[in-house]
């Protein structure tokens, strides 16, 4: 019988097609493990290499002036990022990139050198600056779509408005206090990478991103640029350090403008000094020097049992209190209380403080909100400083009668002022009238508030004729008179308190507050200026100030004039003439 051979080609292509079978088999079976049963893990792995998430803030919100006008905005810009894992030649690249953008190389060397994939090269670049960078046709560099805060009218009201951060959070003023209100709801931005590195790009498509509310102010912008062009004029004139001014609508608190001199552009913050950012007419208090004789008469008139005609000896310009000797600029023999702040008359005040006694002037004060925070939706607020009248030793309690010894803000000498511009009521100023959405609709309402009844109706009649005077012939504040119009004010000048708990020679601080008119007021004004070089009271320096903004305001809200009404004549006792011209009490 003959034996039948093996063909081993065919025994050979037996086991080959064997082990192609088992291994398609294992092949399959791994991809259905992979794809049923670790598809999620997988999917995930995949997306960390070739996705990148990054959260960006929604568009901010538009700030308004109370007539719509724009004050801030947030415009389109772009950031360029990169991918330094992707990244062919990073030295190349850091020196192309860094003359584009005019950045520091080797910051960008670092940067680029990290194991990441995904890192900020400049944010918010210029036109110029994307379109250098995109000339240059890098891979693993892309440009983000992002929101960029700018301020169209740059210096106007500032320090009121503050400044965003380079991720568009407030970082000062009302956008700081309001950052909650006018930021967008975070959205998530995908990032996306191809296998090979080249290059990148951010989805079209983003999620949960809104934009912010919108801001209503109560600043108008006319007067803003009223109170700001006076105030620079009087800090130039004079060579002073600095100024401020603060307008006030009598009837509602709400602040009208609210002007800083030196100037700083928020779109560039960071190129000027960081005090020039603050609100100091909110945060930096000072001693009010012989403003503060508007609320001593107040005082004796509300509680002291005394009227306007009531007379007081002032000791011919030199008193004895104390230890101390105040002094008056003339040599004044008898004065009514409508004299003593006509004429500036520290002693008066000291002789009024006598006769009504510090508890009375104490509570005086607090009812027209000295020594506490007015409340206003503005950053940074001070309380001042008005110790208890217990705690008044020796002549401190005269010193406060007349301004010193005691510090306020402007903003707080504007509210007490305007008290008695709104017949003895106290308002909470108010910067923010409203919140809207972007289609204007109101979403909160910020209305007047009244804190309480400083003083009664009559007394701040009372008060408002004797202020009247202050602007009259021979008073301290003749030159913020208006042809015209009435104007109820008052001077102030003060040394600066120094560090050691004395006065700082030579350094005074000007003021004027009033209001216009005097019968039917439309403005409350008060005008600070700080370390005048080329004279220093208050009727000098801040007194024209005070003029040009009134009569910008006056015209501006088209307030007719009707003449000047004259109060009555100055009570002079015995024939008393007294010196004209300006106190360093005035």
């Known amino acids: 019988m003959k034996r039948t051979k093996r063909n081993p080609i065919s025994l050979r292509a037996t086991i080959l097609g064997v082990f192609f079978s088992l291994w398609l088999v294992a092949i399959g079976t791994k991809v259905i493990y992979l794809q049923v049963f670790q598809g999620d893990l997988l999917s995930k792995k995949a997306s960390d290499q070739y996705e990148a998430s990054i959260q960006a803030e929604g568009k901010r919100g538009v700030i308004y002036d109370r007539n719509h006008r724009e004050m801030a905005v947030s415009i389109d810009a772009t950031s360029i990022a990169a991918n330094p894992a992707r990244l062919s030649d990073v030295g190349r690249t850091s020196t192309v990139l860094a003359k584009a953008l005019q950045i520091d190389r080797k910051a960008l060397i670092k940067k680029l050198s990290l194991k990441r994939s995904f890192v900020w090269v400049q944010r918010l670049v210029s036109p110029k600056e994307s379109a250098a960078v995109s000339a240059l046709q890098i891979s693993g560099i892309d440009f983000l779509a992002e929101h960029q805060r700018f301020y169209p009218n740059r210096t106007l009201a500032a320090q009121v408005l503050g400044f965003t951060g380079i991720d568009g959070n407030g970082l000062e003023g009302i956008e700081y206090r309001y950052n909650e209100e006018l930021r967008g709801n975070p959205e998530s931005r995908t990032i996306l990478k191809d296998a090979l590195g080249r290059g990148f790009a951010s989805e079209e498509e983003t999620t949960g991103g809104t934009d912010g509310h919108d801001l209503v102010l109560t600043i108008d912008r006319t007067v803003q640029f009223l109170a700001e062009q006076a105030i620079k004029k009087a800090v130039d004139t004079f060579a002073a350090k600095s100024g401020m001014a603060v307008v006030l609508d009598p009837e509602t608190g709400a602040v009208l403008g609210m002007a800083h001199y030196p100037f700083f552009n928020p779109n560039v913050y960071g190129e000027f000094e960081q005090w020039k950012w603050r609100n100091r007419a909110i945060t930096d208090p000072f001693e009010p020097g012989s403003t503060m004789k508007i609320f001593t008469a107040a005082a004796a008139l509300e509680k002291g049992g005394i009227t306007s005609n009531s007379i007081f000896f002032c000791e011919n310009g030199s008193y004895r209190v104390g230890g101390h000797t105040i002094h008056d600029t003339h040599e004044n023999g008898w004065l009514s209380l409508q004299q003593i702040v006509k004429y500036s008359s520290n002693i008066g005040a000291a002789k009024v403080l006598e006769k009504i006694g510090p508890e009375v002037l104490y509570t005086t004060l607090l009812d027209f909100g000295f020594g506490e925070k007015t409340g206003i939706d503005c950053p940074g607020e001070t309380n001042g400083c008005l110790a208890p009248y217990r705690q008044w030793q020796g002549v401190d309690a005269s010193t406060i009668a007349f301004g010193q010894g005691l510090s306020v803000s402007a903003i707080q000498l504007a509210a007490a002022v305007n008290a008695i511009a709104n017949h003895g009521v106290l308002m909470q100023p108010y910067v923010v009238q409203s919140v809207t959405d972007a289609a204007g609709n109101e979403i909160v309402h910020f209305g007047p508030h009244v804190v309480r009844r400083a003083v009664s109706a009559e007394t701040a009649r009372t008060v408002t004729k004797i202020m009247e005077t202050v602007t009259t012939e021979g008073g301290t504040g003749e030159n913020a008179a208006i042809e015209g119009y009435s104007v109820a004010g008052k001077t102030g000048t003060a040394q600066e308190a120094d560090d ?87």
């Open 500 to 586: 050691k708990g004395g006065y700082a020679r030579g350094l005074y601080v000007s003021s004027f507050a009033g209001f216009v008119p005097a019968e039917n007021p439309r403005a409350t004004i008060v005008v600070i200026v700080t370390e005048p070089q080329k004279d220093h009271y208050g009727g000098t320096v801040a007194g024209p100030a005070f003029r040009e903004i009134a009569e910008g305001i006056l015209q501006y809200l088209g307030v007719q004039p009707t003449g000047v009404p004259v109060y009555s004549p100055d009570h002079d006792i015995n024939h008393l003439t007294v010196s004209r011209g300006h106190g360093v009490q005035g």
